[in-house]
Every structure is written in C-alpha cells, then in structure tokens.
Nanobody
Framework: QVQLVESGGGLVQAGGSLRLSCAAS????????MGWYRQAPGKQRELVAR???????FYADSVKGRFTISRDNAKNTLYLQMNSLKPEDTAVYYC????????????WGQGTQVTVSS
C-alpha cells in the first residue's frame, strides 16, 4: 500500500501563491497517473489536476491557467503550484492516484489546508 503525505498549505491573501507537495512511499508511484483533489466545507471532494506517468496534464476549468501540476518520479513526489489564488480555492487539498491499474484510490493522507483570504 502507498502512503501519501501532503504539505505546503497555509493562509494566503487572494492573488497569492502556494506550492503543495505530496510525498509517496512505494515504487508504484512512478507508473500511476496522479491527481490533486480538494474538498471544501460542505462540498464533495473534486479532482482539480491530473498528471499521467508520462507527464500529460489535465486541469479542471476552475483552476486552468492558474495551477500547474508536476511530478518528480525519482523522488516519488507530486507538486501543485497554485498562483492567482482566489477565496473559492479554500479547501483541504489531497493527492492520490487518478486512474491506472489497481484500486481506484490508495488510502487518503491527512491533506493540507489551503485558506485564501479576500
């Protein structure tokens, strides 16, 4: 089983930037598509960005042009660069697999809180 540890969240003003990191244990990280998900209070968890094992990316319309997902397979680490943050980006952010073989998701980590003030 893969363990996921997210970090890098915090409190930032609207228009600011944050860079999230997700450290994954296990060698199967590199062969799986990975995603960043977020869950705001009272809302369902949603996928905001996805990256294939080869580096192809997908973004939800709400973050397109502002967020950039990347991965370093040698370090088993996933990143999310978030620019031009908006109050509606406030949520707990999680990383997990986004497709590929095996279970739909690995066990969820604790997530990292992102709070954007207006």
């Amino acid at each position: 089983q893969v363990q996921l540890v997210e970090s890098g969240g915090g409190l930032v003003q609207a228009g600011g930037s944050l860079r999230l990191s997700c450290a994954a244990s296990g060698s199967i990280f590199s062969i799986n598509p990975m995603g960043w998900y977020r869950q705001a209070p009272g809302k369902q968890r949603e996928l905001v960005a996805r990256i294939s094992s080869g580096g192809s990316t997908f973004y939800a319309d709400s973050v397109k042009g502002r967020f950039t997902i990347s991965r370093d397979n040698a370090k088993n680490t996933l990143y999310l660069q978030m620019n031009s943050l908006k109050p509606e980006d406030t949520a707990v952010y999680y990383c997990n697999k986004a497709g590929g073989f095996g279970p739909t998701y690995w066990d969820w980590g604790q997530g990292t809180q992102v709070t954007v003030s207006s």
